[in-house]
């Protein structure tokens, strides 16, 4: 492993960002961070009810790591939890290192109950908030945390140092094990149960049943200006996000600097973090931070309550300012649940902070439809059809429905040239070309189901259009690509026009990111190289939608040499 050959090895947990400033050891060199992550079921209690919850050391959500880029991290997962598990480090390049990426049966066989197994990765060029996750069925809903990575030593925030931060985990909380909600959807094939609560940190927040205890609080001190590194780790959702009387400037997204923007609102949809500071300059008191759904799916149920937490200004003296706590915070404004036209303003105006590498030049040109789709059932009155019409929800890329191997993984069957777990023959463009957003002839409702990769050559350069459809319903998907992170060059609505859209491509200063939302009945379009060899998961962050098939693979050959190929596999990897 590369991580080994690094000089310098320290044994270190949670590293807190006080910690690195106060620390007068300064090492040039990379670290090397060992953590043991024991993925366990602990009694966790939330809206009035306690739950046997799968967390990570007990913690919910789960413990935040805090590193350099450049530094390695060496984290032993043990599973002492009834389920199969497998994490991933969310953003995390993995570059030539498929086999820590973590998906389950994509880049690993999951690990099983009493098992265990070692991801050894590298941070290389990359700065900002990401996090880490479970990555097999619903266990992500509480098996997750940040994952902070601090530039260099030496090196700078591209903005004045903010005096504090804090991760701001939004999550999704249910009052039942999710992985049953997920076992009964399979089941019927009807739509998953929506979640009871989101969460900030873990927290309900005040304005749900027995939650005002554990409301998280943000402590401030007047004047100062804090980061918040905020983490969408929602199941679901794509969450609209607010501080009270204080307006937010967005620094960051995805581990990739932005162009400062001022915004009182952000959207953020599952696997998406967004850097913000905020500057304490109100009058003294409490302030609730708050999120809730931004619901772009037509006659879905979804979770319409909202998650608070508290901004609390403090005196000079440490303590919360005299009789402030008495006082109800204020709520900040939040839009409209299907307030699409404040969503796709805010994430059209993120920016790079400069010019930045684009691809102009394009060898794979991609058009990939996403969205929903209905599998007929032959008896319709069967308890297996409960979707619409007795059918079964599914989704789809280009009309396939991606289907998870059971008895290997994508990236050993492919690295030891086990046949018949995949075909190369995914299709570049839909099978059937249609009116996208329009009203989609019934016959182009069903996908087929299948396990297919689209290959690409090392080095390759990519444009790559999601299309959203209206079949069932127009949605807005998280679309998040793993082992890559993608310039997004432009985005609009109704039917992508080949033509004309194009020249309205941004390739100067565009955002750079591993998560983006289809635009709901719209497209976006993203560019990246095809520089790190291995087979990668494209997927839908919804998991309600990953699970019905939003999602195919990338094969990324090797290039020439070493330098240029995938890693052999660590000895531990699991077997299926
Ligand atoms: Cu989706």
């Not at 609209?240 to 009182?264: C, E, K, W």
């Not at 394009?362 to 297996?384: H, K, W």
């Not at 050559?457 to 807005?476: A, F, N, P, W």
Request: glycine share 8%; hydrophobic share 40%.
């Amino acid at each position: 492993m590369d991580s080994l050959k690094l000089a310098n090895f320290s044994m270190c947990s949670c590293l807190l960002f006080a910690t690195l400033l106060a620390s007068s050891v300064s090492f040039a060199a990379a670290e090397v961070h060992f953590h043991e992550f024991v993925i366990q079921a602990r009694p966790v209690k939330r809206l009035c009810r306690t739950h046997s919850t799968i967390t990570v050391n007990g913690q919910f959500p789960g413990p935040t790591l805090a590193v350099r880029d450049g530094d390695s991290l060496v984290i032993t997962a043990i599973n002492r939890a009834r389920y199969n598990v497998t994490l991933h480090w969310h953003g995390v390049r993995q570059l030539r290192n498929p086999w820590a990426d973590g998906p389950e049966y994509v880049t690993q066989c999951p690990i099983q109950p009493g098992g265990t197994y070692t991801y050894r990765f590298t941070i290389q060029g990359q700065e900002g908030t990401l996090w880490w996750h479970a990555h097999s069925k619903w266990l992500r809903a509480t098996v997750y945390g940040a994952l902070i990575i601090y530039p260099k030593w030496g090196s700078h925030y591209p903005f004045p140092m903010p005096k504090r931060e804090f991760p701001v985990l939004l999550g999704e909380w249910f009052d039942r094990n999710p992985m049953d909600v997920l076992k009964q959807a399979l089941f019927t094939g009807a739509a998953p149960n929506v979640s009871d609560a989101y969460t900030i940190n873990g927290q309900p927040g005040d304005l749900y049943r027995c939650s005002s205890k554990g409301t998280a609080v943000f402590p401030v001190m007047p004047g100062e200006t804090i980061l918040l590194r905020i983490i969408n780790a929602a199941l679901n959702e794509e969450l609209f996000f607010s501080v009270a009387n204080h307006q937010m400037t967005v620094v960051g997204i995805d581990a990739a600097y932005t162009r400062p923007l001022a915004t009182n609102v952000i959207v953020i949809g599952p696997g998406q973090t967004t850097n913000v500071l905020i500057t304490a300059n109100q009058a003294p008191g409490r302030y609730y931070m708050a999120a809730r759904a931004y619901q772009t799916a037509q006659n879905a149920a979804f979770d319409n309550t909202t998650t608070t937490a508290i901004l609390q200004y403090m005196s000079t003296s440490g303590t919360s300012g005299k009789g402030q706590s008495s006082s109800r915070p204020i709520l900040p404004i939040l839009p409209a649940y299907n307030d699409t036209a404040t969503a796709t303003a805010f994430t059209s105006s993120l920016r790079s902070p400069g010019k930045i590498h684009v691809p102009t030049q394009i060898d794979e040109n991609l058009f990939f439809t996403v969205g929903l789709g209905l599998i007929n059932c032959s008896n319709p009155n069967s308890p297996r059809c409960q979707g619409p019409n007795g059918t079964r929800f599914a989704a789809s890329v280009n009309n396939v429905s991606f289907v998870f191997p059971t008895t290997n993984s994508l990236m050993q069957a492919y690295y030891q040239g086990v046949p018949g777990v995949f075909t190369t023959d995914f299709p570049p463009v839909p099978p059937i070309p249609f009116n996208y957003t329009g009203n989609v002839n019934r016959g182009l409702w069903q996908p087929v189901k299948a396990t297919k990769l689209y290959k690409l050559k090392y080095g390759s350069r990519v444009q790559l259009v999601y299309q959203d459809t209206s079949i069932v319903t127009t949605e807005d998907h998280p679309m998040h690509l793993h082992g890559y992170s993608f310039a997004v060059i432009g985005a609009g609505f109704g039917n992508f026009d080949p033509i004309n859209d194009p020249p309205k491509f941004n390739l100067i200063d565009p955002p750079v990111r591993n998560t983006i939302g289809s635009t709901p009945g719209g497209w976006v379009a993203i560019r990246f190289v095809a520089d790190n060899p291995g087979i990668w998961l494209m997927h839908c962050h919804l998991d309600s939608h990953l699970v019905w098939g939003l999602a195919m693979s990338f094969l990324v050959e090797n290039g020439v040499g070493e330098l240029q190929s995938v890693i052999p596999p660590p000895p531990d990897l699991p077997r299926c």
